[in-house]
């Protein structure tokens, strides 16, 4: 029963990463189209920080 927990919870985790990570992509390609450097510089910050947020909990979460 331990297993199928740890699975279910390891898919879940890869899914909610995955899922961030194509939207984190997507507001930064959007960002880019935008040509502004003042837009991209300030969408960039906010990138960096849910990267970092979301790639740490993997870092964590995922390995179990």
């Not at 990570?21 to 849910?50: D, E, K, P, Q, S």
């Amino acid at each position: 029963m331990l297993y199928f927990v740890l699975k279910f919870l390891h898919v879940i985790g890869a899914s909610v990463l995955l899922g961030t990570g194509a939207g984190i992509a997507f507001f930064m390609l959007l960002a880019h189209r935008t040509g502004n450097a003042a837009t991209i510089g300030a969408v960039a910050r906010i990138v960096v920080v849910a990267d970092f947020l979301f790639t740490a909990t993997a870092v964590v979460a995922q390995p179990i």
